[in-house]
């Protein structure tokens, strides 16, 4: 290969296209690293009045001293192996490829931003028949930053400070039922996206996204999220005809905090939790905020003003909690797909101890972790080798 490549190919390449004030230098030699083991390239270098470039280089489509194939590769370890330095052992053993750790690193950032500008301006699916139901679910993360990244952010530490970047996570997929008539995730049918912006940028995002996977001819269009205001905002911006969903979950664990405002007693408030559970999950919210009502007359202040505090939540998502009429519909009332994107794009390589991230290096790796996650990673090489 080393041969053709040096002797063969240059004379059934064309000519290059000289730029203004460009002209032939000399030939010169570097070591490239291929899929097959590393050569010596013996190429042409033309220099012009500010630069010079190896017209040859551009045809392989080299990136520094790496083919398309081995950027590949170390895109795909560096981002799904835990450190980049475990992607360097990983291409040493299974490629027999000697790649340093920092190298992977440099790679992933130098084609992070393509990857992701890829994902969000590919072609949308083309489908013969309208999805049935549409899924879409957000929320937000923490990932570990550096102290240049937290200058007048806003945290939970003591002092107000914070020690993490919050990332927001979107999914997309298509569903159907099992044999029990239960909703399922249709198999490989999620995307996911992963950015470091506000609600409106996100949206537009997640909006691009929805209509790729066929929203704008969808037959109903659902949207899960935990409660948080900015995910009802993005909706209500984006997505206002969806049915709008509260992960049932979420909607537990503010139960169970009311519960236990409401009684005191531990086995008493876990009773009331239960048979509330139960009840809010077969619509009977409205007799749920009733009773509780009922029962701030005969607490002290201090607790009224506890549960009163808590009482929002349900009242405005009301609307969001008529779980047993989502059930009926054949809809999920659980954000499972995007928390565990949450834990397995996002958490299983940025969130490992000693790990503090720049925000453009998250993105950059989790750029790639999207794409293969989404099954798209094969897609998007073969543009990387059209390209070439």
């Not at 010169?28 to 899929?35: D, E, G, H, L």
């Not at 500010?50 to 895109?75: F, I, S, W």
């Not at 970047?165 to 044999?179: E, N, P």
């Not at 470091?196 to 995002?205: A, E, I, P, S, V």
Request: hydrophobic share 35%.
């Amino acid at each position: 290969m080393e041969s053709f490549l040096n002797h063969e190919l240059p004379r059934l390449l064309p000519e290059p296209a000289l730029q203004p004030g460009e002209r032939y230098h000399s030939h010169q030699t570097r070591k490239v690293n291929t899929v097959l083991g590393s050569i010596n390239l013996r190429r042409a270098y033309y220099r012009g009045s500010k630069n010079g470039r190896y017209p040859l280089d551009e045809a392989l489509g080299l990136h520094d001293q790496y083919t398309p194939a081995v950027v590949q590769l170390m895109c795909w370890a560096g981002s799904m192996d835990s450190s980049f330095e475990l992607a360097s052992e990983t291409l040493a053993r299974f490629a027999g490829l000697t790649i340093p750790g920092r190298q992977v690193q440099r790679v992933i950032n130098a084609f992070g931003q393509q990857a992701a500008d890829w994902m969000h301006n590919r072609q949308s699916e083309s489908r013969q028949t309208p999805v049935d139901i549409l899924n879409i679910q957000t929320d937000m993360t923490g990932i570990p930053a550096r102290p240049e990244e937290l200058k007048n952010i806003k945290g939970k530490q003591p002092d107000g400070s914070a020690k993490t970047r919050q990332i927001k996570v979107g999914c997309v997929f298509t569903q159907s039922r099992d044999a029990q008539g239960h909703p399922q995730r249709d198999p490989f049918s999620s995307t996911y996206l992963t950015a470091f912006c506000d609600r409106t940028d996100f949206g537009n995002l997640l909006w691009s996204e929805a209509l790729k996977r066929g929203y704008a001819k969808a037959r109903k269009t659902v949207f899960i999220g935990d409660g948080a205001e900015w995910i009802w905002n993005l909706v209500n911006e984006r997505f206002n005809d969806a049915v709008q969903i509260v992960d049932f979950y979420h909607a537990c664990e503010h139960l169970h905090a009311l519960c236990q405002e409401l009684e005191p007693d531990e086995q008493r408030a876990l009773a009331l939790f239960r048979k509330w559970r139960t009840r809010m999950k077969n619509n009977g919210l409205p007799r749920i905020l009733s009773e509780t009502s009922q029962r701030l007359s005969a607490l002290n202040p201090t607790a009224r003003s506890s549960i009163e505090d808590k009482l929002p939540y349900f009242q405005t998502n009301a609307h969001r909690m008529t779980y047993r009429t989502f059930r009926r519909q054949g809809f999920f009332i659980g954000s499972g797909a995007v928390e565990g994107a949450c834990r397995h794009i996002v958490a299983q390589r940025t969130k490992l101890s000693g790990m503090r991230w720049l925000c453009s290096g998250a993105e950059n790796v989790l750029a790639f972790r999207c794409l293969i996650k989404s099954n798209l990673f094969d897609t998007y090489c073969k543009n990387f080798h059209h390209a070439a």
